[in-house]
């Protein structure tokens, strides 16, 4: 790692494929995220775009906020913050999940890896430890943050799994959708161990591997060098945000607001109004928000967030949604657009008012075009669809086709 | 002109401070004939810039600008009149054993410094911060408002209760009793319930004793903190910046904009007493004995000033006297402006650190700052005083010579009276010397560095710039001088009980600090009462 | 010790204090069945009278009757269940180091001057009516904020028509000086010091601030509103452990079941629901609701587990200020010590050691620092005086309520407790040289011995600090007001309620009607 400057002069930290990243990066668009600086786009979207969906695909995940759980009250600590029940995630296994303030409002979403009896690791997009910390009142529980000491490399694409397969990870076949282990590289340096799961955040076949920092640049070497006759190439977060849409996954900041940060009144968003009801576990005993939540379940929700088509291909950015063509009624707001190449549709995720939720209802989405700097406003229909917008079977198949 | 109408206006002014001038350039822009009237020669009562050193301009008594309201700053034009205010970035705490908390804009940054001290107190800043400005979210609409009364059954009492009572009902069950508990909470329990680290504590309270006679664990003290963040630079709440030119650069853009909508200012005008005839207010007198006409006088004095000392008692109601006396108006902070050859050296702060250019504090703990407090409890300046300096030639230009500096030194806590008799010169020079010691601690050249220092106590506040007993804020900011209760219960709308008599100053609502609003709503109030649209 | 007689109760109560004996009356004069289990093998709380030196009996806990209010003291009939008042309507004294002691309270009227016995009169008068005004915020359940509940609304605007109802001149006052500081109040309207210590010592008793801390006037209102205003001084015979034996009678005359020395392991939970709870015995009791008389943090952290709950309310139990900064002593004393200047009847009242304001700020500010008062306030009474019984014959106790012990001493208790009792005779030995030879043997309860003995952690009289940001609406936190608790069929009846502690009971019946009005 190069000689970092005091954190007043260089805010952002470099993750171990910096280097890497930088010496590919075509046009320098890095972008701060969680307090790393990282590739927005490395030359243009629509090519890495085309690398997830055709072959494979490196990013660098390493950015993600990780913990440590571990302790007596491990399991029961995760169980009372999380909405899912971490009881019946087993040692190997990885689920996504999200928590909750008191109101049942969304802080976060994550991931927890089970890496043995009340022994966990949770990945995060926001640092978490003032409400972890909270959480573990009364509870056994030694939570600590080890963002610094794990680096990550997201490998996804049809093409993964041969990749894996190719820089010599012995049993990458057999690790299911949800499943982690550990596997070892072989290298000229000698072996490198890497954890791997069967995760992604781009709803196609595809991995993350985690490693410790100072094997980062070997990893993704043997991964540059087996993959460069395959079309592998490294993505920026612009092609991940197109993947994630037709995937139909949420972001923070994008899609929801973490209720640790709202500054004004009803702008928080519970896991209900996001669709993730099924993330919900309301039998499993208690967790932080369940009252309320089981209360606002019972009350109906207020709106809803859906899966758009919108007519014509323009991406509606943060459309207004009204309920007629005049635009008299507004009922909802884009929170996520992309043109989806692969579906070759205009799609969004959008929040809805709950009388307009259901799938086939008819709404109206403002969106404004520049023609050569002569703005129009277009009004054009948005039906709600299905989510997610692309579900390859391939995503799912163990052991996964080797090509 | 006869000399008659020279001597009648529609509105008299008593005192060119900030909020005197604000309320006076609101009526002139209405239309009155608007007088405003200085004891000093100089305009701009404790927002002034004063050239007290050969090339040196002194931001002597206000050091710094956040609160002012933008709409006032819009409204008013005073940007055309010459203001131009720059925000600065960060600062830093100091400690006495050595170590350092900076402030730095970037998020990532400052997660980072607090980090260095508590990576859990880096995280929980942001809860902190998120906390602050959901209160400055609930107070803001509030400032530009006259406070109703709630014991009265007036319609436009009633409404404007109700609006405050909608107001609060709108932030929810949950907000409402953060609210009501952040309101009545000590600045020390909570900055408990963010952090754990001594230092990020110790920084964070500093706001909340910055001219006020309260400790850091004294309840009320977390709102005095608020009342430091709610101001804002360019829509960026809780920034502070300069004036470029000193703080008088306001005051001077107020008189600007003053004389520019045909207001009048008369300065070295001292005014003995306001002229009240059958219960109405008909001008004031000077104390050369000049007499000068208005249906309508305003005092910018503070509220003890205006009415123990320039309205005769006869013309007052016993109890709203009685009021006025019990009114806390204790002088709690000091000041000291010193004149530099250079830059001083501050060790703790790391080379390149953008933080030096921000306001520098001598604080540890919040025992320290309380520790302080417990002194000016016993009649005696803090042996260990609270010290916020500023550096702003490094980032103004005009107010030193190139290479040298000024610095503006605040100090918490220093009496107005002292326990061992009346302030002399020489106590003056102890007390500049204890804290002059305590940067000196901190920086090992800035001792050499001095070319002038002039050391302001409280009781030296009051004599110049006419603030009783030297209280920056005309009047403590507790919960009983608030809103409704300020200055004094069932006179807190603007209003003297002396028809035709207004109060504009600081020791009314919305209260102190370089901000305007209570100028503005006298303004209002005035404009109201005489029929004519503000 | 005995096992409960049924399996199945409405109503199971943790802890057996004075206000968890009063929610046990109540409820079984309703005709609820009730359980009442109490961890030490007496009842009564901190309300208690027990042996600390061979012979010598004392009130361990609070010392004077003087909160409970008239009202409740009738319904509860507690004469019939064998209370006798050994003296009532007792004097306060303010000790003077000159011996010009100020004699005030009860049916004293106290030497001033004319200025000051005139905005005495008037202090009192405006006082007492607020003070009734209060009152009955006192007697029900605080409104919640924000709901559409009808009683809630109905609440507030009761509380806001009896606000008005002051008049413009008394509202305008209260809103004034309800959030000041005693001190500076004080100042408005007295010359005396010793005046203004005694007042002053009243509005800071028990809370871990100082005459200086704005809101100790609110704390002060509280202490008066209680009782109506009146500042009757009363001690039962045979210490405050009377009282809770009466109460104890009276629960079980109404039919409550009261078992005492059967510690509560946990409080069980059902469906989200309490439905009762588990003795340390390893016995486990079902009940239709469970009442906490503990305090909160024992009730939800330790009782219940932060499991059951939201981190954000776990969040704010956790930093529930709970740190008591009160400490007893109690001497055995071989005769009467000679008070200078004090007749008989003025020696059987309370004396206060509160020479001025500045004296007290100056030893709060000790505790600001984790240390105790170099020269600390006193509140102290001499029982013997008035219930020879408490004492050998011809032999007495001093009852000394010694202000300010932080819990957390910087020093450290161990050694602490010797330097502050000898600091505590020294202060009181200067009113009564004599006092050092008289003394046969003390025993000083710091917080943490109260924390100990009584199982309030923190040690704390009123269980939370009486604050603003810890009172009324929000006590003890938002989420578990008006009894009740996050958790359905979990309720609170303590000190750490709405209105508090001090031996009032009103807790116990306000939680005793709320759970009356949800649980038909």
Known sequence: ?403 | MSLRAANRYDAIIVGAGHNGLVNACYLARAGLKVLVLERNPFVGGAAVSRSLYEGFTYSNCSYVCSLLRTEIIRELELPQYGLQIIPYEGGCTMMRDGGHLAVYDNHDAMRREIARHSRRDAEAYDRYVRDMLRHCRFIKPLLLREPPDPTSFRPRDIHELMFLGKHFHGLGEARMYDTLRFWTMSCADMLEEYFESEIVRGHMAGSSIIGTALGPRSAGSAYVLLHHYMGSIDGAVGAWGFARGGMGAITQALAASLRASGGEIRLSAPVHQVLVRGNRATGVVLQDGEEIHAPVVVSNLDVKRTFLHTVAPEHLPPEFLDQVRRFKIRGSSGKLNIALDGLPSFPAIPAGSPSIRGDLHITDTIDMLERGYDDWKEGRWSRAPYVDMLIPTQIDPTMAPDGKHYMSVFVQYCPYELADGPWTDEKRKAFGKTVIDAIGAHSPDFRDLILHAEIRTPWDIENEVGLTEGNIFQGELTFDQLLFNRPVPGYAQYRAPVRGMYMSGSSTHPGGGVMGAPGANSAAAILRDLGRKP | MSAPARSRYDAVIIGGGHNGLVCATYLARAGRSVLLLEAAGRLGGAAVTREFAPGFRVSAGAHLLHLMPPGLLRELNLGAHGLKMAAAGLPTVALSRDGQHLLMGGRAVPTLSSADAQAYTEWRRLLGRIAAALHPVLNEPPPRLGTDAWSDRTALMRLGWRLRRLGRRDLRELLRVGLMNIHDLLEERFQSPLLKGALALDAVLGTNYGPRSPGTVLSLLYRLAATHGSDALSLPEGGLGAVSAALAQAATAAGAEVLTSQPVARILVKEDRACGVALASGAEVSAGVVISNADPKRTFLDLLGAEHLDAGFVRRIAQLRTHGVTAKLHLALQRLPQFSGLDAAALRGRLLVAPDADYLERAYNHAKYGEYSQAPMLEVTLPTLTDPALAPPGQHVASVIVQYAPYRLAEGWDGGRQRLTDIVIDTLGAHAPDLRQCVMASELLVPTDIEREFGITGGHWHHAELAFDQFFMVRPVPGATQYRTPLPGLFLCGAGCHPGGGVMGLAGRNAARQVMHEVA
């Open chain 1, 1 to 403: 790692m190069s000689q970092e400057s005091p954190h007043f002069r260089q805010p952002l930290l470099r993750t171990p494929f910096h280097e890497r990243a930088r010496a590919l990066s075509q046009i320098d668009r890095f972008i701060p995220w969680a307090g790393y600086t990282t590739v927005d786009v490395f030359s243009s979207a629509e090519q890495e775009y085309f690398s997830v969906r055709n072959a494979s695909s490196l990013f660098d995940l390493t950015p993600m906020v990780k913990y440590r759980i571990t302790g007596a009250d491990a399991l029961r600590f995760l169980n009372r913050l999380m909405t899912r029940d971490i009881g019946k995630l087993r040692p190997g296994r990885v689920a996504y999940t999200v928590w909750c303030d008191d109101a049942g409002m969304m802080i976060d979403d994550g991931t927890v890896f089970c890496t043995g009896e009340n022994e966990y690791l949770v990945c995060t997009a926001e640092r978490q430890l003032d409400w972890f910390a909270a959480s573990a009142i009364g509870f056994d529980v030694r939570i600590s943050e080890i963002t610094e000491e794990i680096a990550a490399l997201a490998v996804q694409g049809p093409t993964s799994y041969a990749l894996l397969k190719g820089i010599g990870l012995a049993g990458i076949e057999r690790l299911k959708p949800f499943e982690h282990g550990n596997f070892t590289m072989p290298g000229t340096d000698g072996a490198i161990t890497l954890m791997v799961s069967r995760t992604g955040f781009t709803g196609d076949l595809g991995y993350e591997l985690w490693m410790e920092p100072a094997d980062a640049t070997a990893v993704w070497d043997a991964l540059m060098r087996r993959g460069s006759s395959r079309g592998v190439r490294p993505i920026g977060s612009q092609a991940l945000n197109m993947v994630r849409i037709e995937a139909g996954f949420i972001l923070p900041n994008m899609d929801f607001v973490s209720a640790a940060h709202t500054l004004r009144i009803g702008t928080e968003r519970s896991p209900l109004e996001l669709g993730l009801a099924w993330l919900v576990d309301f039998k499993k005993g208690h967790f932080t928000g369940r009252r309320a939540l089981l209360a606002e379940q019972q009350r109906g929700p207020l709106r809803q967030l859906v899966g758009l088509d919108i007519e014509g291909t323009k991406p509606a950015h943060n459309a207004l949604l009204y309920t007629e063509r005049s635009g008299r009624r507004e009922a909802g707001s884009v929170t996520s657009a992309t043109w989806s190449p692969t579906c070759k549709r205009n799609l969004a995720l959008a929040m809805v008012d709950a009388p307009y939720i259901a799938t086939g209802s008819l709404l109206w989405a403002e969106i404004y075009l520049n023609r050569e700097l002569v703005w129009e406003r277009r009004m054009v229909r948005a039906r709600v669809v299905e989510r997610p917008f692309f579900a390859p079977a391939r995503r799912r198949a163990t052991p996964p086709a080797e090509f």
